[in-house]
C-alpha cells in the first residue's frame, strides 16, 4: 500500500510539472489572505490542477481566465501561476 501512494504522488508531481510553462484557462473559485496580507486565489484547470495566483486588488471568483503555470509546490501539490494578459 505504500509502495502504491509513493507511485501516485511521484506521478502527480511529473503531471504537475509537465503543466508548468503552459497557458491555460483557470475557473477561479475563492481567496485567501495570507498572514502578511498577501490575497491569493485558487482555481483549477480543465485538467483539475489546484492553481494558485497573487491577485491583490482583483475580484476573480467565479471567472475562467488565461493563466501562465510558472512553477510546482511539491509540498502542496499546487501550482503556482500569473494571471495572462491575453485573457
Given at each position: 500500500s505504500q509502495t502504491l501512494h509513493a507511485i501516485g504522488e511521484r506521478l502527480k508531481q511529473e503531471w504537475l510539472a509537465k503543466q508548468c510553462g503552459?497557458?491555460?484557462?483557470?475557473?477561479?473559485?475563492y481567496?485567501?489572505?495570507q498572514d502578511d496580507g498577501q490575497k491569493f486565489y485558487t482555481g483549477h484547470?480543465?485538467?483539475?490542477?489546484?492553481?494558485?495566483?497573487?491577485?491583490?486588488?482583483?475580484?476573480?471568483?467565479n471567472k475562467i481566465l488565461l493563466t501562465s503555470l510558472q512553477q510546482i509546490d511539491p509540498a502542496e501539490g499546487v501550482l503556482y501561476g500569473k494571471l495572462s494578459n491575453e485573457s
Open positions: 503552459k497557458t491555460v484557462p483557470v475557473l477561479w473559485e481567496a485567501k489572505t484547470t480543465p485538467n483539475y490542477c489546484k492553481v494558485l495566483v497573487a491577485a491583490d486588488n482583483q475580484v476573480l471568483e
